[in-house]
């Protein structure tokens, strides 16, 4: 079909299909890179990824749909496949693929100073900036305002549980307690850092209201309801706020920012 008559809306021919694991690797083979300008044969992809020629034979026929991790990264590094590519190919094949993870931000990080200015932008409204440990690494004077002495503190965990200002502020502080002891199982159970975990466990094993909660064995994933009461603790005035969690995109180091929106 020429390209004048697909633009005067001629019908394809060929009907489009969703991406496959045998399409996939097929295709790529085929494909000329700066290791291998003709491409490859199956027999070459075989003997470079330390596979039989059967088993390729069968990845790209689709007899074999879900391949391991070991295969899989020898695929993307033969084939050269870029970042995105190897996430392709791992969910083509149902697997979850293992990624590098980029370096938390810390307070003394330069990237702090450029979030800070991003923090500021935001008020009224609260607004902090965490690492995926749960610390705080920067926020704004609304956010330290509402929330006395969590920045300083620096863990949200510990601080809702071990600063008796938090009971304060915290309007309904039973059930955020609840919430954040089951959120943070559900971090526990993926995050990286056993070490950091264990010790925060440790920490807030010697309070009463942590143990109960966390003997419950509730989990969370985010909130259900985004809003979240809190009190004044200058006035007394009790305010409500609409949490959103948004993880940084920008280049640099791995941050989430928290901004709590206030009515106008």
């Known amino acids: 079909m020429s390209l004048a008559d697909n633009e005067l809306g001629a019908e394809p021919t060929d009907e489009l299909r969703?991406?496959?694991l045998a399409e996939f690797v097929r295709e790529r083979r085929g494909r000329a890179t700066?290791?291998?300008?003709?491409?490859?044969?199956?027999?070459?992809?075989?003997?470079?990824t330390h596979a039989s020629l059967g088993y390729i034979a069968k990845i790209e026929q689709g007899e074999a749909l879900n391949p391991g991790p070991a295969i899989l990264d020898s695929l993307a590094a033969v084939l050269e496949l870029d970042v995105a590519e190897r996430?392709?190919?791992?969910?083509?094949?149902?697997?979850?693929?293992?990624?590098?993870?980029p370096r938390a931000l810390r307070r003394d990080d330069p990237a702090a100073g450029t979030v800070r200015t991003l923090l500021d932008a935001l008020l009224p409204h609260l607004a902090a900036a965490l690492d995926n440990g749960w610390n705080i690494v920067a926020s704004n004077a609304a956010f330290d305002e509402a929330l006395p002495g969590?920045?300083?503190?620096?863990?949200?965990?510990?601080?809702?549980f071990t600063d008796p200002r938090a009971r304060i502020v915290v309007e309904e502080w039973e059930r955020e307690a609840r919430l954040m002891a089951?959120?943070?199982?559900?971090?526990?159970?993926?995050?990286?850092?056993?070490?950091?975990?264990?010790?925060?466990?440790?920490?807030l094993g010697e309070q009463a209201d942590f143990r109960r909660l966390w003997t419950e064995g509730h989990v969370r994933i985010g909130r259900r309801d985004p809003g979240f009461t809190l009190r004044n603790p200058g006035t007394g005035k009790v305010f409500d706020v609409r949490v959103q969690?948004?993880?940084?995109?920008?280049?640099?180091?791995?941050?989430?920012?928290?901004?709590?929106?206030?009515?106008?």
Not at 87 to 101: D, E, K, M, N, S
Not at 245 to 264: I, M
Request: charged share 20%; net charge positive; glycine share 10%.
């Open 150 to 160: 969590l920045a300083r503190n620096g863990h949200v965990l510990h601080w809702m």
């Open 34 to 48: 700066a290791g291998n300008p003709a491409g490859l044969t199956r027999k070459q992809l075989a003997e470079a």
């Open 245 to 264: 969690r948004y993880r940084g995109t920008a280049p640099g180091p791995a941050h989430q920012l928290f901004v709590g929106l206030v009515a106008g």
């Open 182 to 203: 089951g959120r943070f199982r559900a971090y526990a159970a993926e995050a990286l850092d056993r070490e950091g975990i264990d010790r925060v466990l440790r920490e």
């Open 18 to 20: 969703a991406p496959t």
């Open 87 to 101: 996430i392709h190919l791992y969910h083509l094949a149902q697997q979850r693929p293992v990624t590098c993870q």
